[in-house]
């Protein structure tokens, strides 16, 4: 690694660290991503990659003991900013929050206790500890359907749906085979939609920026929960956003959060009644920081970079117009499962009106597996209009102009 002067240690180089990464180079950082991965854009912003596994802890920190870094940052991925956390605190480097509050998102049962004792309104959830347990429970007196997803996990990797018994057995099953300590959560199935809330905190204030239409799957199967759009804005009506305002902000409080992005999941029923799913310390990682900037104006992976390296960011003017805002569409993009023979007509979607950013994540000759996680997102379209049907239409125009053979396998 080069000297340690105005130099940023970044973990993970994928496509959710991307906007931060390009954030650090744009305030004058020179920036060494700890990535082992081929094909990620990390090497189009630095030529300093480091191949380290990401989620290899000690082998990090054993290279930042080697290579001090005078910052360390990271951003859309609940264990890389935890990791962060961890080597900040061990190099006595500057971090926007503390280890012990970055592992929230990894208690997802804890942090739904927390927020219920305190009466703000999380689904009903029961903590299952071993596949026995679950076995005993008293299936006949359950409301189906029910969601199952691990304790503690990454994205939407073994979260499921399940319509009856015999399906929430098995979903059990597999949460237990990729959660790290071996919980499982059962939990309620609400209807309504769901909303995308990103926002920032700043000197323990939590400002809400966007609220989003997370469209995804509803039925069970690999690809349930998996966004595959996000539709600004979900709601405008003032009061309703000052109190979902106000009850993140409550939920950051309790959690500790003093400054920083925050991403957050919520069910809204058709009674109006929002429901916190999941609030996270960091920037989103389906590309919501530039969905945000695009609706907004305000460059939140910039501020959260500011915050990696140490620097006070004043309390930005939030007087965000919520009479006519526009509209945004972050839609993603997704194949067979197959090799990828053919990419074309991303520059020509690219000079449609609206569209202000197109990415693919694949090349030609990568294989693309079943939609399960957000890792078979092929790209994304991010494109804005004066209303909402406006931009749907117009990244509708940009994906049918966008062609991608694929040979099955």
């Keep these: ?50 191949s380290i596994n990401r989620y290899d802890v000690k082998g990090i920190l054993a290279f930042a003991e080697e290579n001090p870094p005078q910052y360390v940052a ?5 264990n890389a900013v935890h990791f962060m956390t961890l080597i900040a605190e061990h190099l006595g480097l500057p971090s926007y929050i503390s280890s012990e509050t970055s592992q929230w998102p990894m208690k997802k049962g804890a942090v ?27 299936w006949n007196s359950m409301r189906f359907p029910v969601v199952i997803k691990p304790d503690e996990g990454i994205g939407q990797t073994g979260v499921d749906k ?47 920026l966007t609220t989003s239409c997370r469209n ?37 409080q309790l959690m500790e959060i003093e400054n920083g992005p925050i991403y957050a999941q919520t069910i809204v029923d058709e009674d109006e009644n929002v429901f916190i799913i999941e609030i996270m310390p960091r920037l989103g990682g389906g590309e919501d920081p ?25 309390k930005p003017d939030f007087s965000i117009s919520r009479d006519t805002p ?28 609206g569209v202000e950013k197109i990415e693919i994540f694949f090349r030609e000759g990568d294989s693309v597996g079943e939609l399960k996680t957000s890792r078979q997102r092929v790209g994304y379209i991010l494109a804005r209009g004066d209303s909402t049907e406006e931009a749907s239409s117009r990244a509708d125009a940009a994906e049918d102009t966008i062609k991608i053979a694929v040979d099955a396998e």
């Excluded at 399940?162 to 085979?177: D, L, R, V």
């Excluded at 595959?228 to 939920?251: F, G, Q, R, W």
């Excluded at 609706?295 to 501020?303: E, N, P, V």
């Excluded at 509209?327 to 009106?353: C, H, N, Q, W």
């Design 216 to 252: 995804s799957s509803r039925d069970r199967g690999g690809a349930f929960g998996v966004a595959m759009e996000k539709v600004y804005p979900a709601i405008t009506d003032k009061s309703k956003l000052s109190e979902i305002e106000e009850m993140v902000n409550k939920a950051c």
């Design 326 to 353: 526009k509209a945004v569409v972050l839609r993603f993009l997704k194949i067979a499962a197959g090799t990828i023979r053919s990419i074309k007509g991303v520059m020509e979607a690219y000079d449609l009106p």
């Design 290 to 314: 530039r969905a945000v900037k695009a609706a907004t104006g305000f460059d939140l992976s910039k501020a959260t970079a500011q915050l990696c390296i140490g620097e006070t960011i004043d």
């Design 1 to 50: 690694m080069k000297n340690r002067e105005n130099r940023t240690l970044v973990i993970g180089g994928g496509y959710p660290q991307n906007s931060l990464m390009e954030a650090l180079v744009e305030l004058g950082q020179e920036i060494t991503v700890i990535d082992d991965r081929e094909n990620i854009p990390a090497h189009t912003v630095t030529d300093d990659v480091v």
């Design 112 to 138: 739904r206790k927390l927020l219920d004792n305190n009466d703000i309104p999380v689904p009903r959830t029961y903590e299952i500890n071993s596949l026995e347990d679950a076995q005993a429970l008293d």
């Design 74 to 78: 990271s951003g859309g991925n609940d």
């Design 162 to 208: 399940a319509n009856s018994p015999g399906e929430a057995i098995s979903s059990i099953e597999e949460a237990f085979g990729v959660t790290r300590n071996n919980r499982v959560l059962l939990q309620e199935f609400i209807e309504g939609q769901e909303v995308s809330l990103n926002g920032i905190v700043v000197d323990g204030c939590f400002k809400l």
